[in-house]
T-cell receptor, first 115, second 111 residues
Framework: DAGITQSPRHKVTETGTPVTLRCHQT?????MYWYRQDPGHGLRLIHY???????DKGEVSDGYSVSRSKTEDFLLTLESATSSQTSVYFC??????????????FGPGTRLTVL | EDQVTQSPEALRLQEGESSSLNCSYT??????LFWYRQDPGKGPEFLFT???AGEEKEKERLKATLTKKESFLHITAPKPEDSATYLC????????????FGRGTSLIVHP
């Protein structure tokens, strides 16, 4: 298994509180991603990183920010959590293979509940 | 319109009853198509990459095939442990290097 851990694995918080999720990898992969997974929507990209301090927005980035100060860590922050951000969050990593094929490897997920 | 559509949404099979899952895509050029398996409460697990029409990949009871418009994941003589959600993702040639995921097919195999 790819060396990807996510913390915490479960979190319950209240509306309006800040929340930070951590993704840690031991594979030294360049690319890291944050997705959320909700019934009926599948996996949706929140933010991604293509190197240390290099990040960009995905399709559902509103209300989220990210930081990557080291190759191995990618943090996702909800500045002021809302109930609509209740979801399962997955981190993924990749290195572009050969002609640029992007095989991603996923962490175990964090289940976040915002009350 | 979704770029990646998986069907059916859910599939129930009896053990040993072979079937296929479908992933159709509408990107103009394909760089790669990826299949993943996801067990409840876990992250997606990478299965296969398909690069060009006509290609096939196999792993145990699973065989993935690719045409210019769709991919099939064939499951031969499934067992209950094959029960999972199967996700398909498509990486477009010349576009973003980030794949677009379908919504998945939930497979349940009854003993």
């Amino acid at each position: 298994d790819a060396g990807i851990t996510q913390s915490p694995r479960h979190k319950v918080t209240e509306t309006g509180t800040p929340v930070t999720l951590r993704c840690h990898q031991t594979e030294n992969h360049r690319y890291m991603y944050w997705y959320r997974q909700d019934p009926g929507h599948g996996l949706r990209l929140i933010h991604y990183s293509y190197g240390v301090k290099d990040t960009d927005k995905g399709e559902v980035s509103d209300g989220y920010s990210v930081s990557r100060s080291k190759t191995e860590d990618f943090l996702l922050t909800l500045e002021s959590a809302t109930s609509s951000q209740t979801s399962v969050y997955f981190c993924a990593i990749s290195e572009l293979q050969g002609a640029g094929y992007n095989e991603q490897f996923f962490g175990p997920g964090t289940r976040l509940t915002v009350l | 319109e979704d770029q990646v559509t998986q069907s059916p949404e859910a599939l129930r099979l009896q053990e040993g009853e072979s079937s296929s899952l479908n992933c159709s895509y509408t990107v103009s050029g394909l760089r790669g198509l990826f299949w993943y398996r996801q067990d409840p409460g876990k992250g997606p697990e990478f299965l296969f990459t398909l690069y060009s029409a006509g290609e096939e990949k196999e792993k145990e009871r699973l065989k993935a095939t690719l045409t210019k418009k769709e991919s099939f994941l064939h499951i031969t003589a499934p067992k209950p442990e094959d029960s999972a959600t199967y996700l398909c993702a498509v990486q477009e040639k010349g576009g973003s290097y980030i794949p677009t995921f379908g919504r998945g097919t939930s497979l349940i195999v009854h003993p």
